[in-house]
């Protein structure tokens, strides 16, 4: 069964550092999206993206977070100067369209910021 | 502004059970997702439901989408061991906006 891949699995980065998350959706998914999960909490949503561009994006998706789909299958999730707060879990996600709206999870990467 | 709780946030129950999770949010939803989520995995998708008053079963689960769209629940009959974990609602408004739930930790006592 097709799933959703992500890499690396766990991240440790230096606060200020660039990080950059990587996914590959499922391949005839036409959306995309990015979820974090701090520890024990809940589920939060970054941002949606689809044809290329970001469709909605949350109030945690500030200047510091961009997402691109640089060729026909990755779709990442640059943080560009980390904080120590940004250490969380980071789920991608895709699905078919937003009609059907089942999403597809990949397994995650823990950011972890020192 | 848009919100969604989510109660209660832990429940034990014996095996063979049965348990409810419940969702409300302060505006109409355009739709809810039920999620379950295991002990350090990923949310798996378990439903949606977009219709008033709409009732699905899956096996031994029933998931209800309130009249007004703006609440929801999750109940299953008769637990099982392999019902263990967080059980999260995400709801959806038209401008596409998605809020999940706190989640509600299901632990079976054998």
């Known amino acids: 069964e097709p799933e959703v891949t992500q890499t690396p699995s766990h991240q440790v980065t230096q606060m200020g550092q660039e990080v950059i998350l990587r996914c590959v959706p499922i391949?005839?998914?036409?959306?995309f999206y990015w979820y974090r999960q701090i520890l024990g909490q809940k589920v939060e949503f970054l941002v949606s993206?689809?044809?290329?561009?970001?469709?909605?994006k949350s109030e945690i998706f500030d200047d510091q977070f961009s997402v691109e789909r640089p060729d026909g299958s990755n779709f990442t999730l640059k943080i560009r100067s980390t904080k120590l707060e940004d250490s969380a879990m980071y789920f991608c996600?895709?699905?078919?369209?937003?009609?059907?709206?089942?999403?597809?999870f990949g397994p995650g990467t823990r950011l972890t910021v020192l | 502004g848009q919100q969604v709780m989510q109660i209660p946030q832990y429940q034990h129950v014996q095996e063979g059970e049965d348990f409810t999770t419940y969702c409300n949010s302060s505006?109409?939803?355009?739709?809810i997702q039920w999620y379950k989520q295991r002990p350090g995995g990923h949310p798996v998708f378990l439903i949606q439901?977009?219709?008033?008053?709409e009732v699905k079963k899956q096996k031994r689960l029933t998931f209800q989408f309130g009249e007004a769209k703006k609440n929801s629940s999750l109940h299953i009959t008769a637990t099982q061991t392999t019902d263990v974990g967080t059980y999260f609602c995400?709801?959806?408004?038209?401008?596409?906006?998605?809020?999940f739930g706190k989640g509600t930790r299901l632990h079976i006592l054998p």
């Open positions: 505006t109409t939803l355009s739709n």
């Open positions: 996600a895709s699905s078919v369209s937003q009609i059907t709206d089942t999403q597809y």
């Open positions: 993206f689809y044809n290329n561009e970001i469709s909605e």
């Open positions: 995400a709801g959806r408004w038209r401008d596409d906006k998605i809020i």
């Open positions: 391949s005839n998914h036409l959306y």
């Open positions: 439901l977009v219709k008033s008053g």
